[in-house]
């Protein structure tokens, strides 16, 4: 197969966008879109200095270095049409946890106009309850009492921009680019909330001189094994060390507030809007939510990928129930948008079997998306007294998964929830289905307002236990 190679030369591009989580998401999206515009001349001081801040990007930092930080980009089509793309809009990288004053001298560098994140939905370090900063936390403590020597994001960010004020090297724009409601107004709270604590007088400038504009970001992009690394250069004929793919679906849409320029990226695809709150609404309620839905009762019936849960029917029938009657009366319409072709997209792309995700990873840290991705619409369907089954199974399943830690065929395994506190996993040991309600997502929904509701889920909790996932699925369905 022929690789699209970049038509421009790496050595006449300037870093104007400082990157922090150079992930495969990132490189997938972000850096996609802008491999597409550098081919423009009058683009070229807008590549991308990735940073990665943590001593586990390093295998990813080092085989990226040995490529001189190009790498491709695989696009599997759901019409079987696939792409290459050799991708080289990395023009540098910086790994913090080696060499720190080198992502502060950047971040202070007035070349740099735009920080962009991916630092996953709960890496912004609010508290699930209250959803303000957690400042008590160790390393947010260490930071604000040794500005100077930065460990987390928030360190990094928050020295970046106080040389950056006293060298008046200009103003920056903060772009999140995780998947959560808002997410301009999640980096502020949370970036402002830190500097606030430590520097009043930097906060007064961030105040004058940083923009957080929200933005939507959607491509489903699975993690890399060394299997796939296998696989993917066979199919490039390349000798890629840190290849990447993702589904030939692709979306981002910004809010244009970017105090100090931005890059052309309308040119590439990218929409750019006043208000993205139709925009991410619509996507988070349906793709993001739909995965959380599937998630766990599709692991529990003993599916490992996503496409593989998508061949089952009753996964399928489930997943297209929640879309039509709990989450389409509560979503508005982004202008040409048509809703019923949206959802059968998704359909479509989580069924693609050559993209096919982990069930597991949609899985991780469901304490931080619950409250990101079910919360907010079962809130709605609580005040409206509308039928919550299908919530009510999904926590039935959740608490399943975190107590029990053994599928439907009588497989064990282990769950990933960084983000959990001890007070959680007090509630998860305890045998009482509605003391799991008091979980940390859960603590902003009262659903002591619908009997129904608990009715329903204490029954799917004593029934998933006696007649595995698959059985009690069926009778959700009926």
């Known amino acids: 197969m022929n690789t699209i190679t970049y038509s421009y030369n790496t050595k006449n591009i300037t870093s104007g966008i400082l990157h922090i989580g150079v992930g495969n998401f990132h490189r997938a999206h972000e850096a996609a879109y802008t491999n597409n515009l550098l081919a423009h001349q009058d683009q070229s001081n807008w590549g991308i200095c990735g940073v990665s801040l943590l001593p586990s990007d390093k295998n990813i930092v080092e085989r990226l270095r040995k490529q001189n930080l190009a790498y491709t980009l695989t696009v599997f089509g759901r019409d079987n ?24 001298r ?19 370090n609010l508290d699930k309850e209250t959803g303000l900063f957690n400042v008590a936390d160790e390393k947010i403590q260490e930071d604000l009492k040794n500005p100077k020597n930065p460990k987390t994001v928030f360190g ?33 709270k949370a970036f402002t909330s830190f500097i606030k604590e430590q520097d009043s007088e930097l906060a007064e400038w961030v105040n004058l001189n940083v923009t957080f504009p929200n933005s939507m970001v959607d491509r489903i992009t699975p993690a890399t094994t060394e299997q796939d690394i296998e696989r993917l250069n066979k199919k490039s004929g390349d000798t890629d060390l840190a290849p990447v793919y993702c589904e030939d679906f692709i979306q981002w849409v910004i ?10 990226w309308e040119r590439v695809g990218v929409e750019f809007t006043n208000d993205v709150t139709a925009f991410e609404n619509m996507k988070l309620s349906l793709l993001n939510a739909s995965h959380t839905l599937l998630s766990y009762p599709s692991f529990l019936k003993g599916y490992r990928a996503v496409d593989q849960a998508m061949q089952d029917d009753d996964i399928v029938q489930f997943i297209r129930t929640f879309m039509d009657v709990d989450i389409t009366p509560y979503i508005e319409v982004p202008a040409n948008t048509n809703l019923k072709l949206y959802k059968q997209t998704l359909i479509e792309r989580f069924s693609n079997r050559a993209v096919s ?30 039928d919550l089954k299908r919530i009510a199974f999904l926590i039935a399943t959740y608490r399943h998964y975190l107590k029990y830690k053994v599928d439907d065929n009588g497989l064990a395994f282990q769950i990933a ?8 996993e007090l509630i998860i040991a305890d045998d009482e289905p509605l003391y799991f309600l008091t979980l940390s997502p859960f603590k902003s929904l009262d659903f002591s307002k619908s009997e129904k509701f608990l009715e329903q889920y204490i029954k799917f909790t004593i029934d998933i236990k006696e007649q595995g996932v698959g059985r009690v699925l069926k009778n959700v369905l009926s």
């Open 81 to 104: 049409r696939d792409e290459v793309y050799k991708i080289g809009s990395i023009v540098e990288l910086i790994a913090g946890y080696e060499d720190p004053e080198a992502v502060l």
């Open 106 to 124: 950047k971040i202070e560098s007035s070349s740099i106009k735009i920080i962009s994140l991916t630092i996953t939905e709960g890496g912004y």
């Open 156 to 188: 990094f960010i928050a020295e970046g921009l106080r040389r950056r004020k006293e060298t008046g090297n200009g103003g920056i724009t903060i772009l999140s680019c995780d998947n959560l409601q808002h997410n301009g107004n999640t980096a502020k």
């Open 255 to 264: 809010e244009d507030n970017f105090i100090a320029g931005r890059p052309a």
């Open 357 to 386: 995700d982990q069930v597991s990873r949609l899985c991780f840290d469901g304490i931080s998306k619950f409250p990101v991705y079910i919360v907010p619409n079962t809130m709605k369907m609580l005040k409206d007294d509308k």
């Open 417 to 424: 929830e960084p983000w959990i506190t001890k007070d959680d």
